[in-house]
């Protein structure tokens, strides 16, 4: 059965994150934006933890389901299923440098979460945060989870992120065997966060041997879905788990990212001087900011071709596939030229959902001629256009997201077709 799955959110009792990121919400939005399987993030907080086993039931072999699902107003939905995660921050030294790596920890059922806390919580407060901070060596935190289940996956999130993670230009390694030694074996994927996407990660020839998946890293409800995993398995932990470590494509069918550039760390940069520089210009400054004379953070672009060790463009012969594609109020705004915020996209985008079912049905699979015939010419072009990768882009940097464009500012300057839509 196709499926599309969202592993790495976060609930409410993260830090930064909505307060409408509990299970009633995080249902509702997976119906609507169509994600089938949803990591449940952030297991090791104790309250989140009581809030999941009060109110999920089991359903297919290691996933669960809401008891009481709420009834959605558009539509006939499926019901979401929810795969035990969370996302764990090792702050450590090693090698004399201090090392700062997000992991993200797939669990089968309760009983070995209720394991892997008892032994984090000997180490530091879970409490504090729903991403926990723990003073433990990747390597450690691996070698902890496994012991408590073999069946349980552990993943390098956001693999370039430069602040926290495996290859981040600030506080990372140079490879996976640096990072987690003699546990490097049983790490067979890793997480491409929205800076990167595949084509970068295949330029390094030592990461052919896992698998890349993508996630939203979802903060608020609608952010769900931004970057999902599409499976062709029959739905549940282990046949996800079999997938991932195989990385066959015959049952692991591609992933959706973002357009890299859009992320917040693809370029390098220095967001207090407005200072955004590719890695060649970077170069010319030796890392420095040609304003304030203080060091770039170097992005994901940058560590990418410190890392790489073949050409831009050469794909590897195992490789899943993937698609890139921008999220559907964004196309909205676009098109009709306000911000994907507005009450003007809101009621264009519910209107798309009520038609469709759902938002990956609306960029993966409507055909122009259907968009056309419910929706604005100008949305349905841009849907298509992003579809076929035709955007226009300005890279992200230094915590400062990128802009995407999917009109030209002469096309944005015409009169539309169907103004009295609205």
């Known amino acids: 059965m196709k499926f599309i799955a969202d592993f790495h959110i976060h609930s409410k009792y993260s830090r930064a994150t909505s307060k409408d990121m509990d299970l009633e919400h995080l249902d509702k939005w997976a119906k609507i934006k169509g994600v089938n399987v949803l990591g449940t993030g952030d297991f090791t907080h104790p309250e989140w933890l009581a809030h999941l086993k009060e109110n999920l039931e089991p359903a297919e072999s290691g996933l669960f389901k809401l008891k009481s699902p709420v009834p959605t107003s558009v539509g006939a939905r499926q019901e979401t299923r929810f795969i035990l995660t969370s996302e764990i921050s090792c702050i450590y ?21 209720e394991k892997i806390n008892a032994h984090l919580g000997c180490i530091g407060n879970l409490k504090s945060d729903g991403r926990p901070i723990l003073g433990l060596d990747s390597k450690e935190l691996a070698k902890i989870v496994l012991e408590c289940s073999a069946d349980c996956l552990v993943v390098p999130a956001h693999l370039y992120t430069p602040w926290f993670s495996l290859f981040g230009s600030k506080s990372g390694f140079d490879s996976i065997e640096e990072c987690f030694e003699e546990y490097s074996k049983y790490i067979f994927a890793g997480e491409t966060g929205l800076s990167s996407d595949p084509p970068m990660s295949w330029r390094n020839s030592s990461l052919d041997k896992i698998t890349l998946i993508s996630n939203s890293d979802a ?26 470590k195989e990385k066959n494509p015959k049952e692991f069918l591609y992933t959706v990212e ?21 890695p060649q210009e970077s170069k010319k400054y030796n890392n420095i900011c040609p304003v304030c004379g203080k060091p770039l953070t170097i992005g994901v672009l940058n560590r990418v071709e410190e890392l790489a060790d073949r050409e831009e463009g050469f794909k590897p012969e195992n490789a899943i596939p993937f698609k890139s ?11 009709v030229g306000v911000g994907p915020a507005s009450k003007q996209v809101a009621k264009e985008y519910d209107n798309l959902i009520e038609k469709f079912g759902n938002e990956f049905n609306i960029l993966l699979e409507a055909s122009r001629g ?5 929706t604005k010419q100008e949305i349905a072009e841009g849907i298509i256009r992003v579809r076929e990768g035709k955007v226009y882009v300005e890279p992200g940097y230094d915590g400062v997201y990128g802009k995407i464009n ?8 015409k009169p539309t077709k169907q103004d009295t839509l609205f």
Not at 370 to 374: I, K, P, S
Not at 406 to 413: A, N, P, T, V, Y
Request: aromatic share 10%.
């Open 93 to 113: 030294s090693k090698n004399g440098k201090v090392r700062k790596v997000h992991i993200l920890v797939f669990a089968s059922d309760f009983k070995t979460v």
């Open 219 to 244: 903060h608020s409800p609608q952010k769900i879905g931004r970057e999902v995993n599409v499976f062709d398995t029959e739905i549940s932990y282990s046949a996800i788990a079999k997938a991932i």
């Open 258 to 278: 973002f357009f890299p550039q859009e992320g917040k760390y693809h370029y390098d940069g220095h967001r207090a001087c407005d200072i955004s520089l590719s």
């Open 325 to 335: 594609l921008i999220p559907l109020p964004e196309i909205i705004g676009s098109a």
């Open 370 to 374: 259907n968009l056309e015939g419910v």
């Open 406 to 413: 999917i009109f030209s500012q002469e096309e944005k300057k």
